[in-house]
T-cell receptor
Framework: GNSVTQMEGPVTLSEEAFLTINCTYT??????LFWYVQYPGEGLQLLLK?????DKGSNKGFEATYRKETTSFHLEKGSVQVSDSAVYFC??????????FGAGTRLTVKP | ETGVTQSPTHLIKTRGQQVTLRCSSQ?????VSWYQQALGQGPQFIFQ???????GRGNFPPRFSGLQFPNYSSELNVNALELDDSALYLC???????????FGPGTRLLVL
């Protein structure tokens, strides 16, 4: 079945550092890929998405590229801020409409 | 535009009891999905409803059931509660023709 494997956390960075959170997937067919963010005490919010191979999703300085050859969708940001501290979830939506989420990676950014 | 809302926000039940959780979809969204998020884990897909019919189900036993109403709001029912059912239950709605799901804030259920 479909699954998502996400880089284990927690991740602690200093402000303005470069961020990478790795995500790989296993799926049949052509899934859509997503990154969701969960700020403390809040629900999940869509951060970015990509629906086909080689698409790049971007939002708020975050980027991720759908790599079919490596079945990956790594999240990157060039310069993190304290306000980026949250839990990040990689997810895929398969042909049967169910969403599969990774376990989440907690990011803490220190001033 | 009203977002996805869920009720109640918190709930405490005892083992063996039954619970009903409610979700109001974002305006214009005809598809609702339910997820269980255990502490420190990612959400696990329970099922999805489209036009009042179940349209996909994850690996959850039959004691997890749901309904979708003509106004696209939805309920999640869990019978014979077990301690492991303690989790945050998330509802997400979307327009079936789109890719993006919008999540509610969740209902935190504690089973004692």
């Amino acid at each position: 079945g479909n699954s998502v494997t996400q880089m284990e956390g927690p991740v602690t960075l200093s402000e303005e550092a470069f961020l990478t959170i790795n995500c790989t997937y296993t799926a049949t067919g052509y899934p859509s890929l997503f990154w969701y963010v969960q700020y403390p005490g809040e629900g999940l919010q869509l951060l970015l998405k990509a629906t086909k191979a080689d698409d790049k999703g971007s939002n708020k300085g975050f980027e991720a590229t759908y790599r079919k050859e490596t079945t990956s969708f790594h999240l990157e940001k060039g310069s993190v801020q304290v306000s980026d501290s949250a839990v990040y979830f990689c997810a895929l939506r398969g042909n049967n409409n169910d969403m599969r989420f990774g376990a989440g990676t907690r990011l803490t950014v220190k001033p | 535009e009203t977002g996805v809302t869920q009720s109640p926000t918190h709930l405490i039940k005892t083992r063996g009891q039954q619970v009903t959780l409610r979700c109001s979809s974002q305006s214009g969204h005809n598809t609702v999905s339910w997820y269980q998020q255990a502490l420190g884990q990612g959400p696990q897909f329970i099922f999805q409803y489209y036009r009042e019919e179940e349209n996909g189900r994850g690996n959850f036993p039959p004691r997890f059931s749901g309904l979708q109403f003509p106004n696209y709001s939805s309920e999640l029912n869990v019978n014979a509660l077990e301690l492991d059912d303690s989790a945050l239950y998330l509802c997400a709605s979307m327009d079936r023709g789109q890719e993006t799901q919008y999540f509610g804030p969740g209902t935190r259920l504690l089973v004692l």
